[in-house]
């Protein structure tokens, strides 16, 4: 791309305390031509704090497509631009995907200024191992899906996290329960770097109880994280014969009905049952 070709950063803004944001990040805000924002109203509160008054133009997973077009255009007429999100890092379930890519197939720079994130904030504070970690965006939002969900990471052997919303945190910590051994370490991060910030590290089942138990613990923004399947943790698998009657029950049944019933019928843990369940379905499908 020729010289007179602008840039795209990609600029993280806070999660919550609004201190959260890198010197860089307020020069680029300053400099640049435009502000490509999630929210320009959500947006505009942060740059009144730090004094800052520049163009916006709105950015949402409703018009990527087009306003990426309109935005590469704009960085070839030599305009610099800004992307952020309504808070922490773009792009991290959050809009700028198409935008990225878009501009990378067109040979324009990119140029990160990163800063805050809730996945890392969690993961660093979360005293779980974090050498290798796996990030999944959001839950699903049905619980049927939630199941299948849990039990494809049930034996995950590395750290993995999530982000949750506060209406579907515990029915989420509900669906996991019935899936991983409820003395998993988990660690559920909330309301980071804000005023009722709570980070809690326990077992799966206490976790589950705390936010039964506890309204507060159903409020705000949170990340879930949970600990890896260690060796000694391993649940025994099912006999073929328990295998069979599992396999029968589901060519009449849904897989929650044949578990169910599997249940009564061979006394095995639900837990297991759901997850040779998952396993056979699958495999008729491949
Ligand atoms: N791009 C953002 C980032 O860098 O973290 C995430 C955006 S995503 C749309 C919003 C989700 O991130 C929230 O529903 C919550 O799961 C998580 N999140 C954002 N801010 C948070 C905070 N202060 N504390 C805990 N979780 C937060």
Redesign the pocket.
């Known amino acids: 791309m020729s010289s007179e070709c602008g840039k795209l950063y990609v600029v993280a803004t806070p999660?919550?305390n609004l201190a959260d944001i890198t010197f860089r990040a307020i020069e680029i805000l300053k400099q640049v031509d435009l502000i490509a924002a999630e929210d320009t109203r959500h947006v505009k509160m942060l740059l009144q704090h730090y004094g800052i008054s520049n163009k916006l133009i709105s950015l949402h997973q409703h018009n990527e497509d087009k306003a990426s077009a309109g935005l590469l255009e704009k960085l070839r007429e030599g305009l610099s631009i800004a992307l952020v999100?309504d808070?922490?890092?773009?792009l991290?379930?959050?809009p700028g995907m198409p935008l990225v890519k878009m501009l990378k197939d067109a040979g324009v720079d990119v140029v990160p200024v990163p800063g805050?994130?809730?996945?890392i904030a969690?993961l660093s504070a979360s005293g779980l191992p974090i050498t290798q970690f796996v990030f999944e965006g959001f839950s699903p939002r049905t619980s049927s899906a939630r199941l299948a969900f849990f039990s494809e990471r049930l034996m995950r052997p590395i750290t993995w996290a999530f982000?949750?919303?506060s209406h579907r945190v515990q029915a989420s910590l509900q669906d996991m329960a019935e899936v991983l051994p409820l003395d998993r370490q988990i660690v559920i991060?909330?309301?980071?770097?804000?005023l009722h910030e709570t980070i809690v590290k326990t077992t799966l089942g206490e976790a589950l109880k705390l936010v039964e138990q506890d309204a507060n613990m159903r409020k705000g923004?949170?990340?879930v994280i949970v600990d890896g399947a260690t060796i000694d943790k391993k649940e025994p698998i099912i006999t073929p014969e328990q295998e069979k009657v599992l396999s029968v029950l589901l060519t009449e049944c849904s897989i929650k009905t044949a578990v169910a019933l599997a249940v009564e019928i061979t006394g095995v843990r639900k837990k297991l049952l759901y997850q040779a369940a998952l396993e056979l379905e699958k495999a008729k499908d491949a």
Do not use: M, Q
Not at 116 to 119: F, G, I, K
């Open positions: 999660i919550g999100s808070a922490g890092t773009p991290l379930s959050d805050a994130c809730a996945l969690a982000y949750e919303s991060a909330r309301e980071l770097t804000k923004e949170f990340v």
